[in-house]
Every structure is written in structure tokens, then in C-alpha cells.
């Protein structure tokens, strides 16, 4: 509870020498308490806030208190399970604050394949957006306004893991149901002397060719 505006505490510049009010409740405050207890780093776990260090850090759980921890949070269920949210000022606030949430956590991360890959189409004269937020839901490596082109590179671990594979199909599908073409390059399918070649053939595919002119390589 806040106090009120023009509201003064009881305690304001009482000390426990000068009212036992405050030495009681000194003595009933753990976190207060470990002013006086503990000196600097000796106390245990999380007193950092009080300016103190704590032993444990830098340390890691054993495997044995791993798996009591990972014991005790078994079946239990989380508190929004089965929540069900219809307010549409409510869906639509999630909704972007998870878009940005995605766009901010792929921020300045590029992996080999793509760095190659955007490489490649600025030397082939093709503009592109990489890591381009379609309609605040997908982040796609890159779009090719010039074609209408979403240009997504897999890396063949993570996209071919089955929960991926899921998601990556609804991603397709919701794209290609707005209309764009949606170009997948594996990171297995080139290298870095022939990445301009790849991207050549799977582009020319998109239009045919047409009306898009490709630099030769």
C-alpha cells in the first residue's frame, strides 16, 4: 500500500535509539536484519541488492539438485493454462508486443548462411530488407519487394526439427495466402562460391525471369 500525498510515516527520522518502534521492527525485517548479520561476502543468496556479493555466484546447481528442482515443478500447472482472452485491446497488445519482442531478439543476429546470402544479392544488385517483420507476426531473413519475394535461409538442424517444421508450414502458408512468393536456400545447398549461382536459378524460378533483370555471375 502507497502512502497518500502530504501523508507522513510514523517512522520518518526516527532511528532505534530514539523510538523501540523501529528497533522491533528492524529485528523483524530479514533484509534489514542482513545489515547487521552477514558482513560482505558471506551471506548466501540474495542480499546484491544491499550492496553485498554472494558465494554462489559464478557457481552452478549439481546434477542431484537439477533434478529435485525439476521434480518439485512436475505437474504442476501454471497459473494462465487455461486462460482465455477475448478482450480484442488485449489480443491486439500481446500480439504486437510479441512481434517486437521477436524483432528485437533476432537484432543485429545474423548466422554464416545468411551473412553469405546477403552478401551475394548485394553484389548481384538486388535490393532486399533482411530480417524483414511481415504484417507484425513473421520475421522472414529477407524480403524482395521487387518480386514480391520472401527469401527465408534454413539451416538444416533447427528446420528440420519437427516442432520447426510445423511452424515454418504455417509461416508459408499465411505468406503465400497474402500473396508472396516464398523462396527457401538451405544451408547445405551452397557454399560460399556459389551462392550467387543458387540464388540465380531459385530467384529466375519466382517470375520466370520476366521482367526481372538477374546481373550474370
Known sequence: MGFKKGYTPWNKGQTKESDPRVAKQISCDGSRLAEFWFKKGEHTWNYNKLGYTTTRKGQTHSEETKLKI???????????????????????????????????????KETKPETMVYKA???????????????????????????????????????????????????????????????????????????KDVLTHLLFEVKGGENFNIPQV
Not at 486462460?83 to 497488445?93: A, F, K, M, N, S
Not at 518480386?147 to 534454413?154: I, M
Not at 499465411?174 to 547445405?188: P, T
Open 70 to 108: 525439476s521434480m518439485n515443478r512436475r505437474g504442476k500447472t501454471a497459473w494462465n493454462k487455461d486462460r482465455v482472452i477475448t478482450d480484442p485491446l488485449e489480443i491486439e497488445r500481446l500480439r504486437v508486443a510479441g512481434a517486437l519482442g521477436l524483432k528485437s531478439q533476432q537484432s543485429g
Open 121 to 195: 544479392l548485394n553484389e548481384m544488385g538486388i535490393g532486399f530488407e533482411k530480417q524483414k517483420l511481415m504484417y507484425d507476426k513473421f520475421l522472414v531473413d529477407a524480403w524482395i519487394p521487387q518480386l514480391n519475394c520472401v527469401l527465408e535461409v534454413n539451416g538444416k538442424y533447427w528446420h528440420t526439427l519437427p516442432k520447426q517444421i510445423i511452424n515454418d508450414k504455417r509461416k508459408k502458408a499465411y505468406l503465400r495466402k497474402c500473396g508472396h512468393s516464398v523462396v527457401e536456400i538451405w544451408d547445405d545447398e551452397f557454399t560460399i562460391d556459389n551462392t
